[in-house]
């Protein structure tokens, strides 16, 4: 199963783009790469996911590189309620369809 | 909206005391997943169920059992609760397998 690396900690200027990269070195090549975040005491919440081409709705855009084995989620005008952690995560696309979680990305977003 | 609820936010419980949690959703999804998440360790899927009545282990499945009687409700049983059971617990729901999971707030169980 793929893992993904990220930076255990960022902070943001409030309204200024938030890029929080991650490493998936050995996704293959039917995986997608998900992102969610979780705000503290709660469950995680889904944000964008994509497979190989660049992704955006409402919420991020998602850059993943031509080889697939980074991607970076773009959170466009970042506010004080986007201070969570933020999850990359590669899929496994058979059986359970499990996610692995890592560690996360501590965001902190600064007033 | 997507809405997964679990019964408890927080619970504590005795050793060897049985245990459930409960987990519903509102969208007729097919798939429900049990996870427990600790620190450091990530989240891990202890079971899943993709249709009534039907359920595969996860990758910590010892310990635990499930039940999915109806579509929208899947529980978690703590056949006899231990110390390391104490945990963060979430619920998440599917449309298919290969969809996103929407994830409930979680239980936070603490066995003493």
């Known amino acids: 199963d793929a893992k993904t690396t990220q930076p255990p900690s960022m902070d943001c200027a409030e309204g200024r783009a938030a890029n929080l990269p991650c490493n998936h070195s050995t996704i293959s090549g039917n995986e997608y790469v998900y992102w969610y975040r979780q705000i503290h005491s709660q469950g995680p919440q889904y944000i964008i996911h994509?497979?190989?081409n660049n992704e955006t709705n409402e919420m991020a855009s998602l850059i993943i590189t031509e080889d697939r084995k980074s991607s970076t989620l773009i959170l466009p005008h970042a506010t004080l309620r986007d201070t969570a952690v933020y999850y990359c995560i590669v899929r496994v696309s058979s059986g359970t369809y499990k996610y692995i979680f890592g560690t996360g990305t501590r965001l902190k977003v600064l007033a | 909206d997507v809405k997964v609820t679990q019964s408890s936010r927080y619970l504590v419980k005795r050793t060897g005391e049985k245990v459930f949690l409960e987990c519903v959703q509102d969208?007729?999804?097919?798939?429900m997943f049990w996870y427990r998440q600790d620190p450091g360790l990530g989240l891990r899927l202890i079971y899943f169920?993709?249709?009534?009545?039907?359920?595969e282990k996860g990758d910590i499945p010892e310990g635990y059992s499930v039940s999915r009687e109806k579509k929208e409700r899947f529980s978690l049983i703590l056949e006899s609760a231990s110390t390391n059971q104490t945990s963060m617990y979430l619920c998440?729901?599917?449309?298919?397998?290969?969809?996103?999971?929407?994830f409930g707030d979680g239980t936070r169980l603490s066995i003493l």
């Open positions: 998440a729901s599917s449309p298919y397998l290969d969809q996103p999971q929407h």
């Open positions: 169920s993709y249709d009534v009545k039907m359920k």
């Open positions: 994509g497979l190989k």
């Open positions: 969208m007729d999804h097919e798939n």
